[in-house]
């Protein structure tokens, strides 16, 4: 790999190395992360790069579109297919630029939106006050119950009635239970708001058919497609026929200039690999590693937010421990295992500091590891807890960190 970049700039050359090493050596837990296939990552390292394709396939402000055109017609129809969707389109740069162009689609500057909080498991895009949708939009939020830490959709009803959004937003980045669409469709509709449901958190589990899709219930969806979905950075929005023209005009020329070519193409891949037989059953094994991370955390004291998972993902409340997100995330990573600090709802401490860490699986998962290594990583840091004021214990974890990365091997043949 880098033979070339090796020959023209060292410098760089020496980062993409470190950062293999980086991957290869540690438990990867964010939740948002993952490892892509070499297919798509040499999609994304293509020639494509090189192609400027404003517009749409066979309606394109350049000329010389004829290959990219091919290979944006693949990756919507693919992804149309994988989700089910009368619509798609693939050319979002982020999760971020998607929920942008499907707001300005349906909503002018000022209009109200409601989204979950935050600092409840909901995210920056979904009308958080130093974000453009918090920036242009009257944004309101609505939050998680004290007692249960889910969604309580009669709250979230009577809310929806006074606050009469003209949009309603569903989706998360640090939510680990199911959503219920049906009852997001029925508020939506008796306020008369669109819907939008923006799951880039759970895409693979979507695609993998280990969650119920949002699809059949919603005007709009969103995405991102580098998450549990396992493909290129970027994002991707799905929509009825309906809401399409809007999306797409938003989409360019209103947000986005000149779609990123080889992503779009890498999109394609990524879809594809969805539909296999091995993405149904890694989509199913994301789950059950969660869940018996999970289990074997709180049987050692763990409190997880909510009680448990139902996806890819636990919020993890350190506070009874003594420590706090930021003391945790800092001691994990010293142990070799990467996650982020994060927010638990209610949380006392500032989003600087946090009670509570984020722990993931899905790169985990497609490194091979299943419920063995699961508890294992839960009696890792456990006993990382435990020790935390001891040096040479905290470096002997690491070692078994290390250990379980190196039985699981990352790229093998990536040199
Ligand atoms: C990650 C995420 C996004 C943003 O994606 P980017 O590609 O980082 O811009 C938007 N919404 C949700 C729910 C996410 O989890």
């Known amino acids: 790999m880098y033979d070339e970049v090796r020959k023209t700039d060292p410098e760089i050359a020496a980062i993409l190395d470190a950062e293999l090493g980086r991957q290869r050596s540690q ?3 964010i939740a948002s992360e993952n490892f892509t296939s070499r297919a798509v990552m040499e999609t994304m390292g293509s020639t494509l790069t090189n192609k400027y394709a404003e517009g749409y396939p066979k309606k394109r402000y350049y000329g010389g579109c004829i290959h990219v055109d091919e290979a944006e017609m ?6 149309m297919a994988l989700f089910g969707a009368e619509r798609a389109n693939v050319q979002p740069h982020s999760g971020s630029t998607a929920n942008m162009t499907a707001y300005l689609a349906f909503l002018k500057p000022g209009d109200k939106i409601l989204g979950l909080s935050l600092s ?6 979904h009308g958080h006050p130093v974000n453009f949708s918090g920036l242009l939009f009257e944004a309101k939020h609505y939050e998680v119950s004290p007692e249960t830490e889910t969604i309580d959709y009669d709250k979230l009803r009577d809310q929806a009635l006074i606050e009469r959004p003209k949009m309603l937003v569903g989706g998360a980045s640090a939510y680990p239970r199911f959503w219920d669409y049906e009852k997001l469709r029925s508020i939506a509709d008796e306020i008369d708001a669109i819907l939008l449901f923006d799951m880039a958190h759970i895409a693979g589990l979507v695609a993998g058919g280990v969650h119920a899709s949002p ?3 919603c005007d709009v969806v969103t995405s991102t497609t580098h998450k549990t979905l396992r493909g290129p950075r970027g994002g991707l929005i799905l929509s009825t026929k309906e809401k399409f023209k809007a999306i797409n005009k938003m989409n360019f020329p209103g947000v986005q200039g000149g779609p990123l070519m080889h992503v779009v193409a890498a999109k394609a891949v990524c879809f594809q690999e969805c539909m296999t037989d091995e993405f149904k059953q890694y989509a199913k094994d994301m789950v ?3 869940s018996v991370l999970g289990d074997a955390l709180m049987e050692r004291g763990f409190h997880l937010v909510s009680g448990g998972t139902d996806n890819h993902l636990l919020l993890v409340n350190v506070s009874n421990k003594g420590l706090t997100g930021k003391s945790m995330e800092e001691l994990l ?9 994060n927010t638990v709802p209610f949380d006392k401490e500032s989003p600087f500091v946090t009670s509570g860490v984020r722990l993931g699986t899905p790169a985990l998962t497609t490194r091979g590891m299943g419920p063995d290594e699961m508890k294992k990583i839960a009696d890792i840091i ?7 004021e001891n040096q040479d214990a905290l470096d002997a974890l690491r070692g078994e ?3 379980l990365c190196k039985a699981f091997p990352l790229y093998p043949g990536m040199k």
């Not at 693949?74 to 992804?79: G, P, V």
């Not at 456990?382 to 935390?388: G, H, I, L, S």
Request: proline share 2%; aromatic share 2%.
């Open 215 to 217: 699809v059949p219930f």
């Open 27 to 29: 438990l990867e837990m």
């Open 401 to 403: 960190a290390e250990e």
């Open 74 to 79: 693949l990756a919507k129809r693919r992804a």
């Open 333 to 341: 990573e010293h142990v070799g295992i990467t996650c982020n600090k």
């Open 382 to 388: 456990d006993r990382a807890v435990q020790n935390m």
């Open 120 to 125: 409840h498991g909901g995210h920056l895009t």
């Open 288 to 290: 059950a590693n969660a």
